[in-house]
């Protein structure tokens, strides 16, 4: 048997009709870029959340960027400084280099692999102009105490909350907790378009007015540019096309957690980590990561077995060739540098079959009861 990590093809042809329809009503409109998609899309994405404002980007990358320009902290300091997290893609890391400041990296907690709040609070000096936790994998750090510490050294957090799409922490979505946050609809996230597309939420008016303004060339009105903005705009077909997807979003994401579930029951007795649970999170399982120091004699032997399985991330961000600069003397990494030689990601899509879950249960046990 076969099994694809995500095959996006089945996704298709379960919502041709609507996908069909949305980009015909785009098309019959003839109104592409900025339009009435787009502004639906930010009121329900908004109003689904519980937060005032979401402004439609290009990217995931891009609501970064975007995000953290808006608040202004970074111009506000001389050679300004992002804390973020040591291992995630290094979309992350990019955003902050795009918004002028310098990424700086912080290690990972290794029982849950989000960034360690005690190494953070190290890594805080006079140069450190925000603070932007990764929710990987759809989970998060301890928020309460991250938004203790920002308060404390008043820096704003800026969630990259592009894989967190329906996660909560006591009751509160994920995206929502920080002065503003940069959401992600690559088509591989839980709600993901067919093509590329970000969003910027915040709570703050005023970012989010700076947001629309510099994703538009800086324009406040038409020819009439007052920011060196760029262009960074979620195109009509794409905002359809999200909406009709966001309806399903939570019944989506419900059967993440189903699989999940029966993933933590069926490996609980095997020598396989799992992240440790944050209290008071739901999260949303965008992707179902175990740990192994045998993690590519497990990954050859699933692919024999015709289980596909990815890995998030092979390379911490400090070793990533672009982004050594960044490092600084004597700085190390030992968890995520740990992680990323131990974790696998198994397929968790809604559409996996009954015999396909039932299938990489088996092979995930055979392989340690040999």
């Known amino acids: 048997m076969k099994v694809p990590f995500l095959d996006l093809k089945r996704d298709f042809r379960e919502q041709r009709a609507r996908?069909?329809?949305?980009?015909?009503?785009?098309?019959?409109?003839?109104?592409?870029?900025?339009?009435?998609?787009?502004?639906?899309?930010?009121?329900?994405f908004s109003a689904y959340l519980g937060a005032p404002y979401a402004?439609?980007?290009?990217?995931?990358?891009?609501?970064?960027?975007?995000?953290?320009?808006?608040?202004?902290?970074?111009?506000?300091?001389?050679?300004?400084?992002?804390?973020t997290s040591a291992l995630s893609a290094a979309f992350s890391a990019l955003a902050i280099h795009q918004a002028g400041a310098v990424p700086r990296f912080v290690d990972v907690d290794p029982s849950n692999l989000q960034i360690s709040l005690d190494r953070l609070e190290d890594s805080i000096n006079e140069r450190t102009c925000a603070i932007m936790p990764v929710h990987l994998y759809g989970h998060c750090c301890g928020m309460q105490r991250l938004q203790q510490l920002a308060r404390k050294y008043e820096l704003p957090i800026i969630e990259d909350a592009c894989q967190a799409h329906g996660s909560r922490l006591n009751g509160a979505f994920l995206g929502t907790l920080g002065q503003a946050a940069g959401f992600s609809f690559y088509p591989t996230k839980n709600l993901g378009a067919l093509g590329d597309g970000g969003m910027v939420v915040t709570h703050d008016e005023e970012v989010y007015q700076r947001v629309r303004m510099l994703r538009h060339g800086g324009q406040s009105r038409t020819y009439h540019h007052e920011l060196l903005g760029r262009n960074s705009r979620l195109d009509e077909i794409q905002a359809a096309i999200l909406r009709f997807k966001l309806e399903s979003l939570e019944r989506r994401n419900e059967i993440r957690r189903e699989i999940a579930a029966r993933y933590d029951g069926a490996f609980a007795d095997l020598e396989l980590a799992v992240l440790a649970a944050v209290p008071g999170l739901t999260p949303n399982r965008h992707?179902?990561?175990?740990?192994?120091?045998?993690?590519?004699?497990?990954?050859?032997?699933?692919?024999?077995?015709?289980?596909?399985?990815?890995?998030?991330?092979?390379?911490p961000l400090?070793?990533?060739?672009?982004?050594?600069q960044f490092v600084l003397p004597n700085q190390q990494f030992p968890a995520a540098e740990a992680a990323a030689n131990q974790v696998l990601s198994l397929p968790l899509c809604p559409e996996l079959t009954e015999e396909e879950i039932?299938?990489?249960?088996?092979?995930v046990r055979r392989f340690f009861e040999r």
């Open 318 to 324: 400090s070793l990533q060739p672009a982004l050594r």
């Open 19 to 44: 996908i069909d329809e949305a980009i015909a009503r785009v098309r019959n409109r003839g109104w592409y870029i900025l339009g009435p998609e787009g502004e639906a899309l930010e009121k329900e």
């Open 287 to 315: 992707l179902y990561p175990v740990r192994t120091p045998r993690r590519d004699n497990l990954r050859s032997y699933l692919s024999s077995c015709g289980v596909e399985t990815l890995v998030h991330y092979p390379t």
């Open 358 to 363: 039932e299938h990489i249960i088996r092979s």
């Open 55 to 83: 402004a439609g980007v290009a990217s995931g990358t891009d609501a970064l960027a975007l995000a953290l320009e808006a608040t202004g902290t970074c111009a506000r300091k001389k050679n300004p400084e992002v804390l």
